[in-house]
């Protein structure tokens, strides 16, 4: 049994808002090329099931790779983003600062002390990893992809390994990035493949110093 999780395609997002559950939010033409090449990935390595958050970015990735694959998208809440951002939505990056003093860099520096937070890292790494081995124990001799959020995935891959959450900005899966996962006590990470497309990739939001 394998699981790939992929992270969804870069937004068209020129603003640089915290878009969190907001609709509207889709893939831009690089996110859309982004997720191309995810499915191109994907495709000859029979992957038997697909699984999405119900957000819009993500559903748009997964639709790449459903084509390419042949499977069905099946929609998961317990996949979506984490609910800190949904008190910091339709705010800019760069106001975060003034608009919720200390949230940011508190999300940057100790992510796993977070006051103000709806759901917690822990949660939220338990409601990723739960899931995921929930879908695992359904698809005991099947590959199948699982499409979310950069903190969704990292928390929920951090769990399922037995790694410190405190570990969430430490080689954070990029837009489209694909993590291969096989079950285990922890559950061991076989891959981490990138797309790679033409000229540089824009920076992420909140930008971090911590490697990609």
Not at 19 to 36: K, T
Not at 173 to 200: A, F, N, R, S, Y
Request: charged fraction near 20%; aromatic fraction near 8%.
């Amino acid at each position: 049994m394998t699981v790939f999780m992929v992270r969804h395609g870069e937004v068209d997002n020129p603003q640089r808002l915290v878009y969190a559950d907001l609709p509207g939010f889709g893939l831009s033409d690089r996110g859309l090329s982004e997720a191309e090449a995810a499915a191109a990935f994907l495709a000859p390595r029979e992957v038997a099931a697909i699984y999405a958050s119900p957000l819009q970015r993500a559903q748009e990735t997964a639709a790449m790779i459903s084509a390419a694959c042949g499977v069905e998208v099946v929609t998961r809440e317990d996949l979506t983003e984490w609910h800190v951002a949904r008190r910091w939505k339709g705010v800019a990056w760069e106001d975060l600062p003034t608009r919720f003093p200390g949230e940011l860099e508190a999300y940057l520096e100790h992510p796993t002390d977070l006051p103000f937070a709806e759901e917690s890292i822990a949660q939220l790494g338990d409601r990723v990893a739960n899931a995921v081995s929930a879908l695992a124990a359904s698809h005991p001799e099947e590959r199948f992809a699982v499409v979310s959020h950069q903190d969704p995935i990292q928390a929920g891959r951090l769990t399922l390994r037995g790694l410190p959450l405190q570990q969430l900005h430490l080689n954070r899966p990029g837009h489209c990035d694909v993590l291969t996962l096989e079950p285990g006590d922890p559950w061991q990470e076989i891959g981490h493949w990138v797309p790679h497309l033409d000229g540089p990739a824009p920076p992420d939001w909140p930008p971090v110093s911590t490697p990609r």
